[in-house]
């Protein structure tokens, strides 16, 4: 069989890049066109859904020998990819050539008989691996290698990027770091098709699809897995074809879209709640503008968002994509920009009144389309590029956009990523939010329609605000944040690389600097100290001006 799991297209590798001397390269051109032939978002998604569904997860003991184990599995037929990670024990995913091993796999496995509780016999792709063999954990060839699906600690990642040239690097070092890997996407994809087996039981051909940065090319190690039931494959096609006659099935009627959403979701909900093992802390948020079932799928340790109906969200996900496809250097900003914003509490995993990544993302995107001479198209100009076949209109808006991004031409920008977050810092820390509105589809700002602190236009559902949830204190302290930036790259001083001194302890410089709060601190601390100078003063200035109005007092305190 063949053991090792394939890189999956997509996702643009990273390669260091210097932006300049490439943009020098080709210095001739004022235009250069996206070549590269790359597959199509939709084609990718379709890819992994398939994969996935011949995947199976199997929590296995620590003593496990891996060459037993994948020779034990391959017995039901031939294993396309594999690969282990651990969380709450240590799990292997199986990817097999054919789904029909995985009926003679499941043929294979029994139904655990408990001793004081009684088991719920749902037969899910969720398995469990046990053997008579004893001993410790294998150690050789044979041993498992765990793959990583978290992060890297925030001190590890420091000292990664401390020991970089540039700034430039560093950036490009942080997204490698932080991004999804492949193993970790079809993890994602597995656990919805985990879940789909649960909704299949009432609607059979329906799929469910990840959406958000766990396709849009932004997703950081650990977020959150947002998915939606898609029912679209249901609803059937009219097969009368000139007999005059027809069949429809009888349905029951909901009083709105909404209504009959919720109630799927509800009863969805319930069933992941009572039979899908791994999903833990089931709570359905019906009420909520995009109605939703969250939990926690405890063999993955995901975070999942379930919801239903969701196509235009998906649209916007690929619109991200798009983007991030075009120029990597908006991928390369977007991490950077989004890991300073969670290092200094701007961002929360929590909801609340903070800014979210995708909001963030988009801020991002719109300062790339304002640079001169710009370096991402708008959105409308991606939609006049589109062809027949991209056309589509979702609840009656309008998210055709260009597929074949060989038909797109970017304009030359030699701009370093340097240059790019610093003048990122100064443009927002200097931006009229109070007046004006965000807009990515026009690529210009727009006056306000209502009175949110921050407003940006959702790129499709255009009446709607991205960052509605976003108060004025939440907004000022962004903003403080980004003038804080600026100023530091403005006094130069940080950005200068320094190499470790003889006490090795590795000194922190451009954007690790950027990303430690003792940097802001000590801003912060120096306003402080400022502002209680100036108090100091002024409570001087006013016991003499008392003193002065009586004299006696005034020789008694020696004025
Ligand atoms: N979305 C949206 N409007 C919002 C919030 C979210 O259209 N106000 C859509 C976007 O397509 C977004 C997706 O819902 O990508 C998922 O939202 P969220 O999980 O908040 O953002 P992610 O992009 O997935 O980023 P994160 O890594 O923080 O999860
Ligand atoms: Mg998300």
């Known amino acids: 069989p063949r053991c090792e799991l394939q890189a999956q297209t997509g996702l643009s590798r990273l390669h260091r890049t210097d932006f300049a001397t490439a943009a020098q390269a080709v210095s001739n051109t004022e235009q250069t066109a996206v070549s590269d032939a790359k597959e199509s978002f939709s084609l990718i998604q379709e890819k992994r859904h398939d994969q996935a569904e011949r995947s199976v997860l199997i929590n296995c003991p620590p003593n496990t020998n891996k060459k037993k184990f994948l020779a034990y599995i391959s017995k039901h037929g031939d294993i396309r990819n594999h690969f282990f990670y651990e969380t709450y024990g240590i799990y292997a995913v199986v990817e097999f050539s054919s789904r029909d091993s995985i009926s003679s796999l499941k043929e294979n496995c029994t139904i655990p008989s408990l001793q004081h509780e009684a088991s719920v016999p749902f037969k899910s792709r969720l398995l469990t691996l046990s053997s008579t063999a004893t001993g410790k954990k294998q150690t050789g060839p044979n041993a498992i290698k765990c793959h990583n699906l978290t992060p890297p600690s925030f001190d590890k990642l420091i000292n990664q990027l401390s020991k970089q040239e540039t700034v430039d690097q560093q950036m490009q070092c942080l997204t490698e770091a932080c991004q999804l890997t492949e193993e970790n996407i079809s993890l994602r994809f597995l656990v919805c098709s985990l879940l ?54 009888q349905v029951k009627r909901g009083a709105s879209e909404r209504n009959v959403t919720q109630s799927i979701l509800s009863v969805i909900g319930e069933c992941v709640d009572v039979f899908s ?60 920009i989004r890991y300073w914003a969670r290092a200094h509490g701007i961002t929360n995993s929590f909801p609340g009144a903070w800014i979210t990544n995708f909001s963030l ?14 370096l991402l198209p708008t959105l409308n100009q991606l939609r006049d590029l589109a062809g027949p076949s991209d056309k589509c209109v979702i609840e009656g808006n309008d998210c055709t956009m260009v597929t074949d991004l060989s038909k797109i031409t970017l304009q030359q920008n ?18 009229d939010f109070g007046k004006s509105s965000i807009n990515i589809r026009k690529g210009r700002e727009q006056n306000k329609p209502e009175t949110s602190a921050m407003h940006i236009q959702n790129p499709f559902e255009t009446d709607l605000n991205v960052s509605r949830n976003v108060n004025s204190s939440q907004l000022q302290r962004f903003v403080t944040l980004c003038k804080e930036s600026a100023w530091i790259f403005q006094n130069g001083d940080v950005l200068k690389r320094r190499s470790a001194s003889s006490s090795n302890k590795i000194p922190q410089w451009g954007v690790a600097a950027l ?45």
């Open 361 to 374: 993302t988009m801020l991002v995107v719109f300062f790339l389309q304002q640079r001169t001479p710009a």
């Open 196 to 249: 789909r087996d649960i909704a299949a039981a009432y609607f059979p051909d329906c799929i469910i699809r990840p959406f958000g940065s766990t396709v849009n090319s932004f997703g950081k190690l650990g977020c959150d897995l947002d998915m939606f039931l898609d029912l679209d494959a249901v609803s059937g096609h009219d097969q009368s074809k000139g007999s005059g006659l027809s069949l429809e099935y």
């Open 515 to 559: 990303l430690m709060p003792s940097v802001t601190k000590s801003v912060e601390a120096r306003e402080k100290r400022k502002r209680r100078k100036n108090e100091r003063t002024a409570e001087r200035i006013m016991s003499v001006l008392q003193s002065l109005k009586s004299p006696a007092e005034a020789v008694l305190l020696g004025c």
């Open 414 to 431: 030699t701009d370093t990523l340097e240059k790019l977050l610093q003048e990122f810092f100064e443009f927002y820390g200097s931006f």
């Open 277 to 336: 093992p791994g999903c833990v802390g089931v709570q359905k948020i019906l009420n909520a503008r995009c109605p939703l079932v969250r939990f926690s799928h405890q063999p993955s340790s995901f975070r999942c968002d379930l919801t239903a109906n969701n196509r235009v969200a998906m649209k916007s996900s690929e619109m991200l994509f798009i983007y991030g496809s075009l120029d990597e250097r908006l991928r390369f900003l977007v991490f950077t």
